[in-house]
């Protein structure tokens, strides 16, 4: 499941909006990061799935996961659907997507 960054930024004012899953190492999300994200980095998801399942509202909760350029988040993305999370989904292009698509003034690293 796939989503692009401009379809994604449209999920972030209605009332399905996903949790948001940042996998990229912690000290990368500390220099810049969407609003309301979570960071779990893709070294510990394994070990974060039963929390991450609790923290859904519901189960039809979607589950976004976010990287720099999208190919970490391909990896989680893999992950979760093993995993059993059927509405997860991969911001297509990553943080550098959302910056060249919806916010030109977003950092880049």
């Given at each position: 499941?796939?989503?692009?960054?401009?379809?994604?930024?449209?999920?972030?004012?209605?009332?399905?909006?996903?949790?948001?899953?940042?996998?990229?190492?912690?000290?990368?999300?500390?220099?810049?990061?969407?609003?309301?994200?979570?960071n779990?980095?893709?070294?510990?998801?394994?070990?974060?799935l039963?929390?991450?399942?609790?923290?859904?509202?519901?189960?039809?909760?979607?589950?976004?996961?976010?990287?720099?350029?999208?190919?970490?988040?391909?990896?989680a993305?893999?992950?979760?659907?093993?995993?059993?999370?059927?509405?997860?989904?991969?911001?297509?292009?990553?943080?550098?997507?959302?910056?060249?698509?919806?916010?030109?003034?977003?950092?880049?690293?």
């Open positions: 499941n796939d989503a692009c960054v401009v379809d994604f930024r449209a999920t972030l004012r209605s009332s399905t909006c996903p949790l948001l899953i940042d996998v990229r190492p912690r000290s990368q999300f500390l220099m810049c990061r969407l609003p309301d994200s979570r779990v980095p893709l070294s510990e998801l394994p070990g974060q039963d929390d991450l399942r609790r923290s859904l509202v519901h189960p039809e909760t979607p589950l976004m996961v976010v990287c720099r350029r999208g190919n970490d988040s391909q990896r993305l893999t992950l979760l659907l093993d995993a059993g999370f059927t509405n997860a989904w991969d911001l297509i292009g990553g943080l550098d997507g959302w910056r060249s698509e919806c916010d030109p003034s977003f950092p880049l690293y």
